[in-house]
C-alpha cells in the first residue's frame, strides 16, 4: 500500500498497519504490543523499564500518503491511563529523519478528545528538537505514531479509538 494518497486516517481498522518500536534498539528493555480494542480502535500498551535512565516503546503505521493539506490538523479519541503520550506524525518513508511531534496528557481511564492545530507539531530527530528544520507539511505526512517516555518503570495503556483530520480552525 506504499504511496497511495489518503485523506483521511482510517487506520485503526487493522493491526498490520502498525509496528512497534521501542528501546530494545538502543539496549533497553521496555516492551510493547498492540491489539485491536473492543469499540474499534487500537490499544498500545507495555512496560517501560527505564533502567536508571529513561524508558520508551512506540508504535508507528505503516509508510503511506496522508495528504491533509486540505485540513487544519488533527483531533484524537483516546482513553489513556494517566500517562503522557506524544503523538508523532513522519513525513519521511524511510525509518530515521524527522518526527513531528506534540504531547498530550491522559487521564486514567477518561475518553477525551484531544484536537491539534498543524502549527504545534514541533520538528525532532531522537526527541532533541530541530530549531532550524522546516515545519511540517501536512500534505506530505507518511507515517503516524504514538511515543511513550518514562523515568519510572511501569506499565502503559493507550486506547486510540479514532484519528480525525480538522477541517476547521481550531481557537
Known sequence: MANTVMHDLSILQRLDQWRSIDDLAMGGSSR???S?????GIVFAGTICS???SGYASIRSSTNLFDLHHSS????KVKGDGRRY?????CASDFE???YRVGFQTGRGVEQMIRFNWNVFVPTYHD???AAA???????????GFVVVGKESGSFHLEILQIDVNTGRIP
Not at 485491536?36 to 474499534?40: A, I, N, R
Not at 490538523?73 to 484524537?76: D, R, Y
Not at 522546516?134 to 507515517?143: A, G, K, Q, T, Y
Open 36 to 40: 485491536l480494542s473492543e469499540t474499534g
Open 128 to 130: 532533541q528538537v530541530l
Open 73 to 76: 490538523g488533527l483531533t484524537l
Open 86 to 90: 506524544k503523538l508523532a506524525l513522519r
Open 32 to 34: 510493547s504490543r498492540l
Open 97 to 99: 529523519g524527522i518526527s
Open 134 to 144: 522546516v515545519p511540517l507539511d501536512p500534505s506530505e505526512i507518511r507515517s503516524v
Open 51 to 53: 533502567d536508571g535512565g
